[in-house]
């Protein structure tokens, strides 16, 4: 039998020959669609990178982060082109920096309770959730298709999805947080992105591309909308978009692991109740158990990001010790105006 590193982790286990063999898929990808992205108008971002407009939302190009997790404007192309949902899949949806690799360890500590008990070889244990739940748009995924198991995340808008997610009415969980929140994490990750070596992003930069919505996968407030709009529109049908709150699942984490199983199909039992299964999954994944677990998972590529890159503090409201109380205040201005009749808790 495969071990749960092996079986979930293609990365981690990818010799040399398959290292090229990756690289070479994710150049022909980027040529394919070399002319599509050249027309496409260009902005500078935090970084002194560009990003370019393609449906409404700001994207890199080209895989210009590594790994399990990375993202470019090819990536969704290619997964527009060519990917292709069962009706059984479920998906979880998110503007970065939102709560992804927590839900990710949730839905897949959920959906897996049979197959794996909760002690030292449990998956989440020794394994980022990140190559357990993978992204339709990462190279991993681009590469090796049948990775996926049913489970899948993406950073995608909804309005951009490869068409059969809606067609096929899959199950799509969607995570927001407060988009201050999500500033000043995106903020922090992309300094250790870019390093030690290089000049930091200042907050006021950082601030000024989100506030404007030109950062990749921007805006930020348009990708919650267009998810909340999809919640709301396909409220009371089976295929509905189950929205979650990062905050609501700080303040009230059985009530929303107990929603979040029964949306995916996996509702917990009176026994399994009783026996505080749900209690041990929402241990298995804080932020303590799932950072140690993921720091010792590191793999050695040099062109994979770091796992502990995806935990900082996990905590609500840290941004009031880096913002302005402008900042805040304009922050706050276009949340109301852009979430305006769509009653969304933050
Ligand atoms: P991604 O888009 O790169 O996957 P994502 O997981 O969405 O990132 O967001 C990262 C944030 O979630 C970090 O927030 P912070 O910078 O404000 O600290 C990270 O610390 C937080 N996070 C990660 N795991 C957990 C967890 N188990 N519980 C709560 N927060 C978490």
């Known amino acids: 039998m495969l071990s749960p590193i092996a079986f979930y982790s293609p990365i981690a286990i990818a010799t040399e020959d398959e290292e090229k063999a ?23 971002t935090w970084n002194n ?88 748009e990462s ?48 903020w922090h990750f992309m300094n250790k992105l870019i390093g030690n070596e290089s000049t930091p992003i200042k907050l ?32 009371g049908r089976p295929d509905t978009v189950l929205f979650l709150v990062y905050e609501e699942m700080k303040k009230d984490p059985k009530n929303e692991v107990k929603k979040l199983a029964k949306f995916i199909g996996h509702p917990f039992t009176k026994e399994e109740e009783a026996k505080r299964v749900v209690e041990e999954i929402i241990e298995l994944c804080s932020f303590e158990k799932l950072s140690n677990a993921s720091t010792n998972a590191n793999d050695e590529r040099e062109d994979t990001l770091s796992n502990e890159i995806f935990f900082r503090k996990g905590i609500v409201g840290d941004s009031v010790n880096h913002l302005t109380p402008e900042m805040i205040q304009i922050l706050d201005r276009i949340t109301r105006q852009k979430y305006e009749g769509l009653d969304i808790p933050i």
């Open 22 to 44: 990756r690289k070479a898929k994710m150049s022909i990808i980027i040529e394919r669609y070399k002319d599509r992205v050249s027309v496409l108008h260009k902005h500078k």
């Open 49 to 136: 990178t560009h990003v370019y407009k393609y449906e409404g939302f700001w994207y890199h190009r080209g895989f210009w982060y590594q790994s399990n997790a990375s993202f470019s404007i090819e990536a969704v192309m290619a997964s527009q082109d060519g990917f292709q949902a069962q009706p059984t899949d479920v998906f979880l949806a998110s503007h970065p920096k939102s709560g992804t690799t927590w839900l990710k360890a949730l839905a897949f500590a959920i959906a897996n309770r049979t197959k794996f008990n909760f002690g030292p070889n449990h998956p989440l244990r020794t394994i980022c959730p990140h190559d357990c739940v993978p992204f339709i």
């Open 139 to 186: 190279e991993a995924f681009l590469n090796n298709p049948s990775y996926a198991n049913g489970l899948m995340a993406t950073h995608i808008p909804y309005t951009s999805l490869p068409k059969s997610i809606i067609s096929c009415g899959c199950r799509i969980v969607y995570i927001c947080r407060d988009p201050k929140d999500v500033l000043i994490s995106s």
């Open 204 to 235: 006021e930069d950082a601030f000024e591309y989100f506030s404007k919505g030109i950062i990749t996968n921007g805006s930020f407030w348009d990708n919650v909308v267009g998810y909340r709009k999809a919640s709301l529109e396909r409220r």
